[in-house]
């Protein structure tokens, strides 16, 4: 009996000592799990940041794009106009040497012979003095039509010079007067898409809005029209007129296919889309 005694009593220390193990892992696992559950939670947490920072860089890039198709916009009407004014001073020209070939020959069918008197060398003399003034005359006055055309490119690049210097009020302003001033210009299109972009770049979109549909309204020949129109759109969603802005830049993809104007459309479509609007 008293070798049984110690037997018995391994037998219970081996039970308890399964127990504590047991217990052991039990709470080992369980840390471990708690361990994996706080993992996961801060990697969700980094990972809902970086998305975070992401837009905001996605952001910050369509700021500077917008900024330079901005800038690309203005230095495209520069190659336009150098290109307007080349084409003028060319067709100035050669008016010009048009009437004094036109002069000249009118002078020499009206030259005549010298008379056997005293006064017909005077009268021929002031005869051709005065056909000298007239061509002197011809070739320093400018035609009417230049004079104009000038004026009308000059008041234009006045307005256009404070649109490049920043000044958009102003510049909006003498746009509309360049308007009333030369409603028949060519140029007259032109200036009012200016208006537009005026009121765009101080972000008054509500007014941008008005003022691009009058260039399409009122100009709808002019090559600033598919520009008008994708301002419209952006116009639109910087208002937060989701489907209008949609409608519009669908327009410019669908009647201008495979442009500059319809790639830009189609992206902020595309940003739209992404952005569940």
């Known amino acids: 009996m008293r070798r049984l005694v110690?037997?018995?009593?391994?037998?219970?220390?081996?039970?308890?000592?399964?127990?504590?193990m047991a217990a052991g892992l039990f709470e080992r696992k369980d840390a471990s799990k708690g361990g994996a559950a706080q993992?996961?939670?801060a990697s969700s947490?980094?990972?809902?940041?970086?998305?975070?920072?992401?837009?905001?860089?996605?952001?910050?890039?369509?700021?500077?794009v917008r900024d330079l198709r901005g800038q690309l916009e203005v230095q495209t009407h520069e190659v336009e106009k150098l290109k307007a004014r080349n084409r003028d001073l060319t067709n100035d020209l050669d008016q010009r040497l048009r009437n004094l070939e036109r002069r000249g020959g009118a002078a020499m069918s009206g030259v005549v012979e010298p008379a056997p008197s005293a006064?017909?060398?005077a009268a021929a003399g002031a005869a051709a003095g005065a056909a000298a003034s007239s061509t002197t005359r011809a070739s320093v006055a400018p035609p009417p039509a230049a004079k104009a055309a000038a004026s009308d490119q000059e008041d234009y690049d006045a307005a256009f010079a404070l649109m490049k210097q920043g000044f958009y009020?102003?510049?909006?302003?003498?746009?509309r007067e360049f308007i009333e001033q030369h409603p028949t210009s060519p140029l007259a299109g032109n200036a009012q898409y200016?208006?537009?972009?005026?009121?765009?770049?101080?972000?008054?979109?509500?007014?941008?809005?008005?003022?691009?549909?009058?260039?399409?309204?009122?100009?709808?020949?002019?090559?600033?029209?598919?520009?008008?129109?994708?301002?419209?759109?952006?116009?639109?969603?910087e208002l937060g007129d989701y489907p209008k802005s949609r409608e519009n830049?669908?327009?410019v993809v669908?009647?201008?296919?495979?442009?500059?104007?319809?790639?830009?459309?189609?992206?902020?479509?595309?940003?739209?889309?992404k952005e569940g609007r």
């Open 119 to 121: 006064v017909a060398p």
């Open 249 to 251: 830049l669908t327009r």
């Open 194 to 237: 200016w208006i537009g972009e005026a009121s765009y770049y101080v972000r008054n979109f509500k007014v941008a809005v008005d003022e691009f549909q009058r260039v399409v309204a009122k100009y709808p020949s002019n090559g600033k029209v598919p520009d008008a129109m994708l301002k419209i759109g952006y116009s639109y969603y």
């Open 45 to 64: 947490t980094a990972t809902r940041e970086s998305l975070a920072d992401l837009l905001l860089q996605l952001e910050q890039l369509q700021a500077e």
């Open 6 to 20: 110690p037997v018995g009593l391994a037998l219970v220390l081996l039970n308890a000592a399964g127990s504590a």
């Open 39 to 41: 993992v996961a939670q």
């Open 169 to 175: 009020e102003r510049a909006a302003k003498s746009f």
């Open 254 to 273: 669908k009647q201008y296919p495979n442009t500059t104007v319809a790639k830009s459309a189609e992206g902020r479509l595309n940003l739209m889309k």
